[in-house]
């Protein structure tokens, strides 16, 4: 049954490709740096789709036992970590912020492979917890603010003394306050450079909105691979164009509507409340 149905898939696919669909080439890799939000990449990947090496799936992917480099039967398992900076929603005139979403999952490699990825990875940085630091301006504002609180705590101790202790206390709390989000949302220059290997499979952040299932968007450098993985999720695979994902949105609609609705009552009562009140009800006083 199911191997019929991913024929099905595979000639709708290759019909779609020959009727030269309107489906536009998505490059996951390259969004991953930055530039687009959760809607755009949902936008671009839905764009994009039927392409062979693009994946959909929800929940947790099971990965097919065969090495996501050379394809051989494989055993071993890496886990394979990737960021992808993402920015928040805004308005068109404002910046948006960008975060990283950093994820990784275990997939199947033969030994050979991962002994040539690991001649690949770069070692990290020893500046790389300056570097993370001074990812943004907060970092350097709060090494600034601690080194302050340094000068009370000298003045603290040997012999002990409370006050610049108390006082000391203070600009440490602000400077731990400014560089936590700053090392959090800097994670993703923790990771290694992907090596050629690691290329092999692009993936996205979840991609669902309001009343959808889980899911993600997973990119293949090879298009057998792809089809291995179409393979080994075929029961959870995700289509945005499913009666599941149609539901989904006009469930989305009905609550935006509804939400409009209230607003718009809202600011109905105001209106009429001010208009009485500055308006109609001096009037009739004859004021
Ligand atoms: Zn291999």
């Not at 959760?38 to 799936?57: C, E, H, S, T």
């Not at 050979?112 to 770069?122: D, F, I, M, P, V």
Request: with cysteine; glycine share 6%.
């Amino acid at each position: 049954m199911s191997g019929a149905t991913s024929s099905l898939n595979c000639g709708a696919e290759v019909l779609a490709r020959t009727l030269g669909s309107v489906s536009q080439p998505i490059d996951l890799r390259s969004m991953a740096t930055g530039g687009a939000s959760i809607r755009g990449i949902r936008q671009a990947v839905k764009q994009a789709m039927p392409d062979p090496n693009l994946v959909l799936v929800q929940a947790t992917p099971a990965f097919p036992r065969i090495c996501l480099n050379c394809e051989k039967p494989a055993s071993v398992t890496l886990k394979l970590g990737k960021s992808f900076l993402v920015d928040s929603e805004h308005d068109s005139d404002s910046v948006a912020d960008t975060f990283p979403i950093v994820e990784s999952f275990e997939v199947f490699i033969c030994p050979s492979c991962l002994a040539q990825r690991s001649g690949e990875l770069t070692q990290p940085s020893p500046w790389l917890p300056i570097r993370r630091l001074m990812s943004h301006a907060n970092g350097f504002a709060g090494l600034v603010v601690i080194a302050i609180s340094s000068l009370f705590f000298k003045e603290a101790f040997f012999p002990f003394k409370l006050a610049p202790l108390i006082m000391g206390l203070l600009p440490l709390s602000i400077g731990i306050w400014l560089i936590r989000p700053v090392w959090q949302n800097s994670l993703h220059l923790i990771l290694p450079k992907p090596t050629l290997i690691d290329r092999a499979i692009e993936f996205t952040p979840a991609l669902n909105l309001d009343h959808e299932p889980y899911w993600r968007a997973y990119q293949f450098r090879s298009t057998s691979y792809a089809d291995s993985f179409r393979q080994a999720n075929i029961h959870h695979l995700w289509d945005t164009k499913s009666p599941d994902a149609q539901r989904a949105a006009k469930l989305r609609k009905a609550e935006s509507n509804r939400s409009n609705w209230i607003v718009g009552i809202i600011v109905g009562l105001v209106l009429a409340w001010s208009l009485w009140s500055e308006l109609i009800s001096p009037f009739l006083n004859g004021e």
